[in-house]
């Protein structure tokens, strides 16, 4: 049972432009939400984050849009750039609910065509 | 310089061998995790530790074991019990704050 799904395995975007990534929930208990970021032979760093107490988190060139009731979550950046070329993964939490464990998604590969 | 490590990056066992991998920080994190990655699969759980002496079972912690005897250290024994150990290894550590948790580079064990 995958509670967060990350539809698109892959996308394709050209340096400059806009990548959106998209990532859904079942569980209507996760209120905390992540978007990590991983390159081939490491380990994923912690990108950006949400609370669903906002719709909106904004860092630098990257915003992630939360939209509770259709139980989706948006990674957009702006613009993309070659180092941008990564695997993401969306993760969810429940902290305010006991449980903090995080639930991640299968990933999307990002690839910025130059 | 600060991290967590990972060793071997690849490791390959005969079937029915138990197997431990490595993980060590030196960020003076409390707490410490394993995850596992299979294709086309997010990261699933395996153990956490959030104080030394002290472990707890994850989403997916049958075939596996742990101790947590130093803070700075976290093996993981993939046991002849765990039916697919097939599978990308991912250790990772906390201050205590399950959100920011720093990965190590990974292993990826190949069980023939």
């Known amino acids: 049972d995958q509670q967060v799904k990350q539809n698109s395995p892959s996308l394709s975007v050209q340096e400059g432009r806009i990548s959106i990534l998209n990532c859904d929930y079942t569980?209507?208990?996760?209120?905390?939400f992540l978007w990590y970021k991983k390159y081939p032979a490491e380990g994923p760093t912690f990108l950006i984050s949400?609370?669903?107490?906002?719709d909106k988190n904004e860092d630098g060139r990257f915003t992630v849009f939360l939209n509770k009731s259709a139980k989706h979550l948006s990674l957009h950046i702006v613009p993309s750039q070659p180092g941008d070329s990564a695997v993401y993964f969306c993760a969810a939490s429940s902290p305010n609910f006991g449980n903090e464990k995080l639930t991640f998604g299968t990933g999307t590969r990002l690839t910025i065509i130059p | 310089d600060g991290g967590i490590t990972q060793s071997p990056k690849y490791l390959f066992r005969k079937e029915g061998q138990n197997v431990t991998l490595s993980c060590e920080q030196n960020?003076?994190?409390?707490?410490m995790y394993w995850y596992r990655q299979d294709p086309g699969q997010g990261l699933r759980l395996i153990y956490y530790s959030q104080i030394v002496n002290d472990f707890q079972k994850g989403d997916i912690a049958e075939g596996y074991s742990v101790s947590r005897e130093k803070k700075e250290s976290f093996p993981l024994t993939v046991t002849s019990a765990q039916k697919n150990p097939t599978a990308f290894y991912l250790c990772a550590s906390s201050i205590g704050d399950w959100n920011t948790q720093y990965f190590g580079p990974g292993t990826r064990l190949t069980v023939l």
């Open positions: 960020l003076n994190h409390d707490a």
């Open positions: 569980n209507s208990m996760f209120d905390y």
């Open positions: 949400i609370s669903s107490i906002k």
